[in-house]
């Protein structure tokens, strides 16, 4: 774990009042009667425990809109090496402020637990808030504690020397369920192997998953004087795995080349096996160093499907060999008014240009004024490479009970909100009963 060098010294604030300040959860009491402490607004979509920072920050106000903030701070995460996650905290000052900024980072590992984690996020936060509060009237209270402890804590070393696992980290897991009725009865079993090493010029993703759903359901048939007439159950068996090897390696701060190995088994495609191997590569107009701020990539790469039928498809085919290529762009952005973001990805056969498929997916959230927030997104995919439908006619159960996958042209789907919150401009009181 480590916070942004700027501060090399971790910084605990506190504002004297009944007893000393806590060094390690970084509160205080609040400003002295008639004077106005720090309004700070906190953006964070996730990985800040809000109660927490509310709790023990108490030295601010909080406040629920950016509109009457003295501070917008915008925390953004993204998996980091060795199976932690860095957060980048931008402190924008507003108002009397506005000429003032500055970010700072936090790092977990694997060993971090998630109440480490989130007190290392609550500590750089107060660190980062020092500078500002330490222009109020409210400042001339403030008091600096530091401790061999603390420092050890803010180091921004790459890591330790002696890394037995050799930056590899590990993660298995297992879940399952079984519900029932009289007439229907279903089980599910899912489970997941993964493999990660993350360094500053490689970085290596090895996966496998598989999924096992086996749904029943009876339908019975009365005659005028309710009695059971016939009966009969339908199954829908659904069986599939995935193993994949992802391998990149980094360039410079803007490119990357990469390569891609899979192995798969569906059911509900038709699929037997499905082996495949790409090659690509990624340009990035922004440095990485901002990708939880801002991206815009682009990737593109080339390789080959092998395809084993389970059934003959309606190309009569019960395995083949298709080399393919692929175009990529995307575009996202999170700034202090919200945030957007745009995808396309085409791909087609390299010996038919007529089977592809292109996808185009959107989203945005937006605070258009005090209190009004408003969200969508969209998606359509132009679907003409189904290479893998099976020969012959569906029948009625295969449809309603989506055991296979049905020719289709096209596939789209639509989501969007609007909230609008009014009343006081303050959050920093939390009631945890009830």
Request: proline residues 2%; hydrophobic residues 40%.
């Amino acid at each position: 774990m480590r916070i942004s060098a700027i501060f090399a010294t971790a910084v605990l604030v506190a504002f004297s009042f009944a007893g000393p300040a806590s060094a390690q959860n970084a509160t205080a009491a609040a400003a002295p009667t008639g004077v106005d402490p720090l309004a700070v607004f906190l953006d964070c979509r996730n990985g800040c425990d809000r109660d927490l920072i509310r709790t023990e920050i108490t030295w601010v106000n909080w406040v629920r809109d950016r509109a009457d903030a003295d501070v917008h701070l915008l925390v953004t995460n993204e998996d980091a090496g060795a199976g932690g996650q860095q957060f980048t905290l931008v402190f924008l000052g507003a108002r009397a402020f506005a000429s003032r900024g500055d970010t700072l980072r936090y790092t977990s590992n694997t060993m971090t637990t998630d109440d480490e984690r989130r007190r290392g996020v609550l500590q750089a936060i107060s660190v980062g808030l020092v500078q500002f509060a330490a222009r109020t009237p409210a400042g001339r209270t403030l008091r600096v504690q530091a401790g061999a402890a603390t420092l050890g804590a803010a180091s921004t070393g790459a890591g330790p020397a002696n890394d037995p696992w050799n930056s590899w980290v590990f993660e298995i897991g297992m879940n399952g369920s079984v519900n029932g009725e009289r007439f229907y009865k279903g089980r599910n079993v899912n489970g997941r192997f993964e493999a990660n090493r993350v360094t500053e010029q490689w970085k290596t993703n090895v996966e496998y998953s598989f999924r096992y759903s086996d749904n029943e359901a009876t339908v019975q048939e009365f005659d005028d004087f309710g009695t059971v007439t016939s009966e009969q159950t339908y199954n829908n068996l659904q069986r599939s795995w995935d193993a994949e090897w992802l391998q990149v390696k980094s360039v410079n701060d803007h490119a990357s080349l990469g390569a891609q190995f899979e192995a798969a088994s569906q059911t509900f495609r038709n699929q037997d096996l499905r082996f495949g191997a790409r090659a690509a590569v990624e340009f990035n107009l922004f440095p990485y160093s901002e990708n939880t701020r801002r991206e815009l990539s682009f990737r593109y790469g080339i390789g080959f499907t092998r395809y084993d039928y389970a059934d003959t498809t309606v190309f009569d085919k019960i395995q083949e060999t298709l080399p393919n290529h692929f175009f990529e762009a995307s575009y996202r952005t999170r700034q202090p008014w919200g945030g957007a973001n745009v995808n396309v990805e085409h791909r087609n056969f390299l010996t038919d240009a007529s089977k592809r498929t292109t996808e185009l997916n959107a989203g945005f959230n937006v605070r258009l004024f005090r209190g009004l927030s408003l969200n969508a997104g969209a998606g359509y995919s132009w679907i003409h490479d189904q290479v893998y439908l099976p020969r012959g006619s569906q029948d009625a159960v295969d449809v309603l009970l989506r055991r296979r996958a049905l020719l289709t042209g096209f596939e789209y789907h639509t989501n969007f909100g609007v909230s609008y919150t009014f009343g006081s401009i303050f959050s920093s009181v939390v009631n945890s009963r009830f």
